[in-house]
């Protein structure tokens, strides 16, 4: 069971944390992109901090290629970040490779910190169940700018995911970034999950976060709506191999099978 919990507000406050699991939180739009692909029946997904890089990789390994610059797909990548697009897409046992402006680089900074999972409103029981084997966690708001900047979509998606592990774990001792986190879905949301309104909040914030509106007024409002399913994915992106630049990813829960 999992003691201790907090949240990063953004990646370079994790790099100063200790923990046994560290869980990275881009929910608009890439670990909900990551989630979706696995969902999918994706094999293997390296998340990479360089454009340059992430093209010679999906060449040399014959991966798909996924990512964004600026929201959109950069020239020459075979779909953008969008988990509305990833949906549909043709994955299952094929590899991948992500390039985003904010969370694989801040995947990358933090794998071989320990374990490296990725979670997302529409992974989170699955991530929430998994990590609950971890004794210290930390759950990692990748943030806006490369990582510079607070962003609150992240910051609610996080809450949500504490909100499930102090259900699965009582008695978890939660630091303070935690327990604000806990109460930005909403507190009614914690103790009447089953009410209509549980993921209303959630869904305001994300919606009216600085990032959902720019992704709404470039036409992208669907992937904000497909970012708000809860539970839609049972995939929990784990990191398993790590360089300078680039995280593999598998889903644990299929790794566990074989």
Same mark, same amino acid.
């Given at each position: 069971?999992?003691?201790?919990?907090?949240?990063?507000?953004?990646?370079?406050?994790?790099?100063?944390?200790?923990?046994?699991?560290?869980?990275?939180?881009?929910?608009?739009?890439?670990?909900?992109?990551?989630?979706?692909?696995?969902?999918?029946?994706?094999?293997?997904?390296?998340?990479?901090?360089?454009?340059?890089?992430?093209?010679?990789?999906?060449?040399?390994?014959?991966?798909?290629? *996924?990512?964004?610059?600026?929201?959109? &797909?950069? &020239?020459?990548?075979? *779909?953008?970040?969008? &988990?509305?697009?990833?949906?549909?897409?043709?994955?299952?046992?094929?590899?991948?490779?992500?390039?985003?402006?904010?969370?694989?680089?801040?995947?990358?900074?933090?794998?071989?910190?320990?374990?490296?999972?990725?979670?997302?409103?529409?992974?989170?029981?699955?991530?929430?169940?998994?990590?609950?084997?971890?004794?210290?966690?930390?759950?990692?708001?990748?943030?806006?700018?490369?990582?510079?900047? +607070?962003?609150?979509?992240? +910051?609610?998606?996080?809450?949500?995911?504490?909100?499930?592990?102090?259900?699965?774990?009582?008695?978890?001792?939660?630091?303070?970034?935690?327990?604000?986190?806990?109460?930005? &879905?909403?507190?009614?949301?914690?103790?009447?999950?089953?009410?209509?309104?549980?993921?209303?909040?959630?869904?305001?914030?994300? !919606?009216?976060?600085?990032?959902?509106?720019?992704?709404?007024?470039?036409?992208?409002?669907?992937?904000?709506?497909?970012?708000?399913?809860?539970?839609?994915?049972? !995939?929990?992106?784990?990191?398993?191999?790590?360089?300078?630049?680039?995280?593999?990813?598998?889903?644990?829960?299929?790794?566990?099978?074989?």
């Amino acid at each position: 069971m999992t003691r201790t919990l907090d949240v990063a507000i953004l990646p370079a406050e994790a790099l100063a944390m200790e923990a046994d699991c560290f869980v990275v939180v881009d929910v608009l739009r890439a670990t909900t992109t990551i989630a979706t692909l696995f969902a999918r029946g994706l094999e293997s997904l390296v998340a990479v901090d360089d454009i340059d890089r992430a093209r010679a990789l999906a060449s040399a390994e014959g991966r798909l290629l *996924f990512g964004e610059v600026d929201a959109l &797909p950069p &020239p020459g990548f075979d *779909f953008g970040n969008s &988990p509305a697009e990833a949906a549909a897409a043709e994955v299952a046992g094929r590899g991948a490779v992500l390039f985003t402006t904010n969370g694989t680089t801040a995947l990358c900074a933090l794998a071989g910190r320990g374990a490296v999972a990725t979670g997302a409103i529409v992974n989170t029981r699955a991530v929430a169940t998994y990590v609950s084997r971890f004794d210290r966690v930390v759950l990692v708001c990748a943030g806006g700018a490369g990582g510079r900047r +607070f962003a609150l979509d992240d +910051f609610a998606a996080a809450g949500l995911i504490v909100q499930r592990l102090v259900r699965l774990n009582p008695g978890m001792e939660t630091g303070d970034a935690a327990g604000v986190a806990m109460t930005s &879905p909403g507190y009614e949301d914690w103790l009447a999950s089953a009410l209509p309104q549980q993921t209303a909040r959630s869904a305001r914030l994300l !919606a009216g976060s600085v990032h959902g509106r720019y992704l709404s007024s470039i036409g992208l409002g669907a992937d904000i709506n497909f970012a708000m399913r809860e539970d839609w994915s049972q !995939a929990v992106p784990l990191v398993v191999e790590s360089a300078p630049g680039e995280a593999r990813l598998v889903d644990a829960t299929r790794a566990s099978d074989r």
